[in-house]
């Protein structure tokens, strides 16, 4: 069943992960390892795993003092100082233009963990799993 699952993509040994050796061995024996990407790649078992959603990157501003009229989920981008600009460096930490007072030339951004200056807030898993959420299917809170 796992090689039938697996295909010949995905099919190794459970305990090395060797995909050469493996495969040779069972031809050799008669199983048969169709030629197939893996049964969970396949479009059919796309929603299951949620695989769409991997690739979607939520936009909040993390400023300490937030100062966007519209709230931490805003993001115009184009607009006067209200686009939400990511960490160059680790891609999580947002903040808008104006409350990072990034310089809009070159919208050069490191967040506080990275060793910027810029002070977050201090978020909980609830306010963090409510900012995804809201971003996600673009609700707007207040903040």
């Not at 990157?57 to 989920?73: F, H, L, M």
């Not at 809009?104 to 609830?126: P, Q, W």
Request: glycine fraction near 8%; proline fraction near 2%; charged fraction near 25%.
């Amino acid at each position: 069943r796992f090689a039938m699952t697996s295909g010949t993509q995905h099919f190794k040994c459970p305990n090395c992960n060797n995909q050469e050796e493996i495969t040779k061995e069972f031809k050799k024996n008669g199983v048969y390892i169709p030629y197939k990407d893996a049964e969970w790649e396949l479009p059919a078992s796309q929603s299951f795993y949620n695989w769409s959603s991997h690739s979607e990157q939520t936009k909040r501003c993390c400023a300490k003092d937030c100062v966007c009229e519209e709230g931490r989920n805003f993001n115009d981008v184009g607009g006067d100082g209200d686009e939400i600009i990511l960490c160059d460096l680790c891609g999580t930490n947002g903040v808008h233009i104006k409350c990072g007072k990034i310089d809009e030339d070159t919208l050069d951004y490191a967040c506080v963990d990275c060793g910027g200056e810029v002070a977050l807030e201090e978020r909980t898993i609830e306010s963090r799993n409510s900012s995804i959420a809201s971003s996600t299917f673009n609700l707007s809170l207040a903040s």
